[in-house]
Structure formats: C-alpha cells, structure tokens
C-alpha cells in the first residue's frame, strides 16, 4: 500500500539549482577522469536518485564488502556527487545525491526521474518504510527472472490513468518456460484496518495489466491478515496474490519462498522457479457454450475447450485454500476426540480410585477413639482451582488482551480479563460468546452497550460450562458500527491454559 507521502520535489522548485553553478567551469567541474566513476558506483547513484536517499545497509547490498562500500561512499563523496544528512531514526545518517550527482548521471543519459530529494523536504515517518522498500527492490532489481524494476518514484511519474492504484514496485517477472508477466510489489511494515485493506485490494482487481502482486509482510499477523482478506474475495477474478515474511526476504534473498491463499510455498529461485505464471486469464468468464459437431467418422468436437479449461484451472487454485483448511478443520477435531476419550478414561479412573479412597477414609473415621467423635466433617465437595493460562498478554484485531485470572470445577470455568481498544473501527460491543477448540458455540453472553467512541476498552467476568477435558477457548465479539446487528461467527481470541 501506497506511502502516506513523499519528500521528492520537481527541479523548477530546487532552491540554488542557478546560482550554484554561476561562475564555474562545467567542464572542470563534472571532470571524472583524475578518478573515473565505475558502471556500478553509477548504479548506486542511480538508485539513491530513485528512492531519494540511502542508508549503508542498502548499499552493503550492492557492495558485498563492507569495506569496499565504504570506500565507494567516500570517493564519491569527495567529487561532490552525494552528501550526507541526520536521520533521526535508525541508521542514523543517510547519503543523498547533490546536485552535480544529479548533472552527472543526466550527463551520462542514467537519470530516469525527473524529481529531486534535498534533506530539508526530509520527512521521518516514512523513513521505514521507504528504506524497506528500497531493500526489497535492490534484491529484485538483480534478480534474473526480473526485468524493467520501476519504484513508486518512477511509477508515479510514468503513470497514463490518473486515480489508478500504483503498488510500491512493479515489474516484469518471466521464467524461461513461461510468457512474461506484470508484478505489483507491496511492502507491508504496519497492520491496516479492514476498510483500507478492503479499499485496496479492490483497487488492485481493477488493475487489468497487473497479473500477480507479491506482498512483503513485517510479521505473521500482518501476512494473516492480509491471506484472510483476500481469501473472502475469492470469487473476484484479479490478480494472483502470494506472501512472504520480509526477515525471510531478506535472509533468503533469491530462494526465498511465496505462499498463496492456499498455503501452497513456491520459490523464485532462477535455477528452478516454482513461482511461474499462471496463463492469461480472460478479462470477463461468461457461461460457456458448447457447440458438439460430428459425423459419422468423427468423434464429437468440443468448441470453446480452452475457455472450460482456464475456468477449471482458476476454480481449482481458488478452492485449494478452502479444502486445506477444511482438512486441517478435520485433524483438529479428530485429535480432540482422541483427547477427549483419553481424558474419560483417566477421569473414570480417578473417580474409582477417589470412591476407594473415600471408603478407607471412612473405615479409619469409625475407627478411632470417641475423642474424636466430635471433630468436624471432612469436606469432600470439589473446589474451585486456578488454571494457568498459556499466554495472557498478547495483541491481535486491534485489541491488547490480558488475561487475570481462570478457575475451572469440573467443566464449570470462570474467566477474567481486560480488553483494550488499540485501533481499527470503532463500534458496538453488546455482547460476547464463548467457543471451545472446535469452534462449537459453548454460550452467549449480553453486555451493557460498549460504545468503543466514547471509552477504550472494558473487563470480562465470564461463567460458562465447556466439555471434559478442554483445554483451550475462543472468545468472538457481536455489536456493529452503530447498533447491535448479530452474534459472533468465529472466535476472534483463543486462550489456552494447564
């Protein structure tokens, strides 16, 4: 998704362009021969202009050793091609192209934007962003399988329909067996609310030049996030979406792997890619009409058998992802009634041994002298005991959870947590209900109405019944943005505890 704003600047508006160059010789000036510029030092320049400043972990990209990458920075900047300034941020400082670097690389015909980057129009918050996507692109941009790398800088300058969704890179991504194909890139540091993830999915299913998008999350709750979203469109025929971890990017490089909707891993690798595109998919599925023609000494002749096979080919990758977690759905339920007889066994075993114990207990009761005959009953009724919960402090759907405490007796359970309000829409919350581990309704629970713009967040003292031997729970929220519209579907928090 798109940068929330930019700090490069068109020429007309660089301050000094002019006046730095009255009274100098040009010629002397832009003379690299004393110490020529390399085709790789230009590379370096080339994408510092693009991305609008550098910081060294980037350049130790393109210079493998550190060493000499250091070298470099300090040759170009004694020409006076490239100074530094003070990030706030880490790294701390960044290098930036000066405006004889810029001369120079339009004197060599290298320089492809026409907008500048000065360090006063420097703007820290999307520092992280911009360095990320920069990493991510200096990867790709050597990638064999890779052709014509354009940033968002050069996208946006390059650009033919206005108001049309531009990713944080695009390319052409082509394996040898394969046609060649456009590829969105999109480098995610910060988990979106659904409206704005909803708004640019579908902004990228209007893009009919774009065949695939690879996104390039910070953590798995970010890659979660992003697959169940475009898992609810499957029915949208757009591009193909696949997923990577960004510390699996940038530790693998070339053989890092993609995941799509399906969980199916696919890897880049040029020598044997398992990412290769899919065959050009039809702007529009209409029904298909079958026309049978045959005669006597011709078998029946099936038209429009290309259109039924990319149909099939499409429902088949769409309806991967639904089967596998429908298996998974299954496993899960299996090894719960696994557990579940197993747990029947040993509680019919406690019981017994508890009855034996009980009725030794009595005999040595009756047994002693009278001078006990008054001392009080033991007590045999259950107790309620604290359960400990597995991770009672987490974050997840724009919520910080901390759990206080769990007591269970028998398969009663009593729960008490904290839920905090930290982002995404706010609405309604008028109640809660409880599943177990299957995802089985276990009760409904109404709450006073929460009205999530007014206060932050509210605590739970929760009562329910769950079945022998479970050891986890879900929790799912019902409300709406301005009145209550329904019960949970799904748990939206899972808890487990010993």
């Known amino acids: 998704m798109e940068e929330t704003g930019t700090d490069l600047i068109e020429v007309a508006d660089v301050p000094g362009e002019v006046e730095e160059n009255l009274g100098t010789d040009r010629r002397k000036e832009d003379d690299l021969s004393v110490k020529p510029v390399t085709e790789k030092m230009i590379y ?18 393109i210079y493998a050793n550190q060493t000499h990458g250091y070298k470099v920075l300090g040759t170009l900047r004694s020409k006076g091609l490239i100074g530094d300034f003070e990030t706030e941020r880490q790294p701390k400082k960044a290098v930036y ?40 692109g200096l990867i790709l941009d050597g990638h064999p399988l890779v052709k014509e790398f354009m940033p968002e800088s050069l996208l946006w300058e390059r650009t033919v329909q206005k108001g049309q969704k ?21 480098v995610e540091l910060t988990l979106k609310n659904r409206d704005k993830i909803d708004e640019s999915l579908r902004a990228l299913s209007n893009r009919e030049n774009l065949a695939q998008v690879w996104w390039i999350c910070a953590d798995a709750t970010i890659l979660r ?19 990577c971890l960004m510390e699996d990017f940038l530790r693998l490089k070339h053989q890092a792997q993609f995941t799509d909707v399906g969980a199916a891993g696919l890897t880049k690798n040029p020598i044997e890619p398992t990412l290769r595109p899919l065959p050009p998919q039809l702007p529009e599925l ?10 006597q000494d011709q078998a029946p002749i099936v038209e429009n058998r290309y259109e039924m096979e990319r149909r099939l080919e499409h429902q088949k990758w769409v309806s991967q992802g639904i089967i596998e977690r429908r298996l998974a759905k299954k496993e899960a339920l299996e090894r719960e009634q696994k557990l579940r007889r197993r ?39 259950p107790t309620w005991k604290q359960r400990r919960i597995k991770y009672p402090h987490f974050i ?24 905090i309000k930290v982002g995404g829409d706010t609405q309604k919350v008028c109640g809660v209900t409880i599943y177990d581990s299957t995802g089985r309704p276990l009760k409904n629970i109404q709450l006073d109405d929460i009205d999530y713009r007014e206060q932050q967040g509210f605590d739970g003292n929760f009562d329910f019944r769950g079945p022998p031997g479970m050891r986890s729970f879900g929790i799912g929220f019902w409300g709406g943005v301005f009145f209550c519209q329904g019960m949970s579907t799904q748990p939206e928090f899972e808890f487990e505890f010993k």
């Not at 004197?107 to 360095?131: A, M, N, S, V």
């Open 44 to 61: 370096l320049m080339q994408k510092i202009s693009e991305y609008g400043y550098l910081t060294r972990p980037e350049v130790e990209l």
């Open 97 to 136: 192209l000066k405006a004889k670097g810029y001369r120079t690389l339009e004197t060599l015909g290298k320089l492809r934007l026409k907008r500048r980057f000065l360090p006063q129009h420097y703007k820290p918050f999307i520092f992280e962003h911009r360095l990320a996507c920069a990493k991510a």
């Open 166 to 186: 531009l990713c944080d890179a695009e390319f052409i991504y082509k394996t040898p067996q394969d046609g060649a194909q456009r590829v969105g890139l999109e």
């Open 225 to 243: 996030a992003l697959k169940t979203e475009v898992m609810k469109r499957y029915w949208n025929i757009g591009p193909r979406h696949l997923f």
């Open 286 to 295: 209409k029904p298909v009409s079958l026309a049978v023609v045959a005669t």
């Open 343 to 381: 747990h029947c066994l040993t509680i019919t075993a406690a019981a017994l041994g508890s009855l034996v114990l009980i009725g030794l207990a009595r005999l040595a009761w009756k047994s002693l002298p009278p001078l006990f005959d008054n001392a009080p009953p033991v007590s045999t009724a």
């Open 396 to 419: 997840a759907n724009h919520w910080i959870v901390n759990s206080k405490s769990l007591y269970s007796m028998g398969n009663r359970y009593r729960f008490k947590v904290e839920f």
